[in-house]
């Protein structure tokens, strides 16, 4: 039985699974762009401590990934029938 859970599967897709994997419905894409939002929120409401700068950076670090997965999931999703997202 396949461990659908492990972070080393990775799966096999032809060209055509690939581009038909990127699809999203607009409920999905609604519901990532949402995420997408929140995460630019909060890396916008970061304060920086003074006394603490290494968190502040280790926080943003996160939240930056995170944005750019989100991006990056979204304009592959785009071509097909939603509008691309600008970057942040």
């Not at 080393?8 to 762009?33: C, G, P």
């Not at 929140?38 to 280790?58: C, G, I, Y």
């Amino acid at each position: 039985m396949i461990q659908l859970n492990s972070k080393f599967l990775q799966f096999t897709l032809t060209a055509d699974e690939a581009q038909l994997a990127t699809q999203l419905s607009s409920l999905q894409f609604a519901r990532l762009h949402n995420e997408l939002t929140d995460r630019v929120d909060k890396r916008l409401s970061l304060r920086l401590d003074p006394n603490n700068v290494a968190e502040f950076t280790q926080q943003e670090a996160y939240l930056i990934g995170q944005i750019e997965l989100l991006e990056q999931l979204l304009a592959d999703a785009a071509p097909s029938s939603q509008p691309a997202v600008p970057p942040t």
